[in-house]
Every structure is written in structure tokens, then in C-alpha cells.
């Protein structure tokens, strides 16, 4: 399974808007400059997010988008199935061989497990301390 930019970006968008939970809204132009991405391509991404109800918009000048629970309580896998779908390595259902069957499931089963247990605090606090770049997870 390969995460596309809808799924990378995604993550910065929720990682953004988790930075700044209880601060009030966040516009998507600010997420934009800040992480140098088309402004146009993260209003595509938040839509979904949005009908997922993990994020709510705010009308007004000082609108923009908010988590609609604590960043503990939203998890990567969360947000990487609105944008990329369901997680599979690949299609496996018609696999005829069990044995590969087999190591499909355990290699969807472990993706989940890594992005299921992984919430956006976790995510930012490895952020702030300085550990992201260092942050490598294991499959």
C-alpha cells in the first residue's frame, strides 16, 4: 500500500489543526503557507474530512476549520481511510493461494494496527519534541 498525497497531506492538515486544538479555528490558507502546499488541494481533502466528522468548518473573517474531538481521540488510521480508502497492500480476495492469502492479511492487519494505535497527539507530540524526523515505524 503506497499513501498517496491525499493521505500525506491529510495528516499535515489534521496535524495543523491538532497544534492548535482549543485556539479557535484554522484557515486552510495558513496550513497552506505554512507547509508550502496548494491551498486549492487542501480544500479538495478537507471535504472529506469534513463529511467524516473530523473536522467542522467556521464561517466568518476569522473562520476556518476545528477537530471535532481531542487529537488523542483521532487516529491516523482514522484519517488515512476517509482519503485513501479501505487498507489493503492488495487486492487479496481472490488470492487462490492460501499461504499468500495468509501473509496479505498479516501485512493489512499489521498497517492497521501501526496507523490504529497511532493518535494525532502522537503525532505532534513527536512534532514538538523535535523526534519526527526520527519517528519510524515498523512493519
Same mark, same amino acid.
Given at each position: @500500500?503506497?499513501?498517496?498525497?491525499?493521505? *500525506?497531506?491529510?495528516?499535515?492538515? @489534521? @496535524?495543523?489543526?491538532?497544534?492548535?486544538?482549543?485556539? #479557535? =479555528?484554522?484557515?486552510?490558507?495558513?496550513? $497552506? %503557507?505554512?507547509?508550502?502546499?496548494?491551498?486549492?488541494?487542501?480544500? %479538495?481533502?478537507? $471535504?472529506?474530512? *469534513?463529511? $467524516?466528522?473530523?473536522?467542522? /468548518?467556521?464561517?466568518?473573517?476569522?473562520? #476556518?476549520?476545528?477537530?471535532?474531538?481531542?487529537?488523542?481521540?483521532?487516529?491516523?488510521?482514522?484519517?488515512? *481511510?476517509?482519503?485513501?480508502?479501505?487498507? /489493503?497492500?492488495?487486492?487479496?480476495?481472490?488470492?487462490?493461494? =492460501? $499461504?499468500?492469502?495468509?501473509?496479505?492479511?498479516?501485512?493489512?492487519?499489521?498497517?492497521?494496527?501501526?496507523?490504529?494505535?497511532?493518535?494525532?497527539?502522537?503525532?505532534?507530540?513527536? %512534532?514538538?519534541?523535535?523526534?519526527?524526523? /526520527?519517528? @519510524?515505524?515498523?512493519?
Amino acid at each position: @500500500m503506497k499513501i498517496s498525497t491525499k493521505g *500525506r497531506y491529510g495528516l499535515t492538515i @489534521m @496535524m495543523e489543526l491538532a497544534n492548535r486544538y482549543g485556539e #479557535g =479555528p484554522v484557515s486552510l490558507k495558513s496550513i $497552506a %503557507q505554512k507547509n508550502d502546499l496548494s491551498e486549492h488541494y487542501l480544500e %479538495q481533502l478537507v $471535504a472529506p474530512l *469534513r463529511n $467524516a466528522e473530523l473536522v467542522k /468548518s467556521v464561517r466568518g473573517a476569522y473562520g #476556518g476549520y476545528i477537530l471535532t474531538k481531542n487529537p488523542v481521540e483521532i487516529t491516523a488510521g482514522d484519517i488515512i *481511510r476517509v482519503l485513501e480508502g479501505p487498507i /489493503s497492500p492488495v487486492e487479496f480476495e481472490e488470492e487462490e493461494d =492460501p $499461504a499468500k492469502r495468509d501473509l496479505w492479511l498479516k501485512i493489512k492487519d499489521a498497517i492497521s494496527e501501526v496507523l490504529d494505535s497511532t493518535t494525532l497527539q502522537d503525532l505532534i507530540s513527536y %512534532q514538538d519534541n523535535g523526534l519526527m524526523d /526520527s519517528y @519510524m515505524f515498523y512493519i
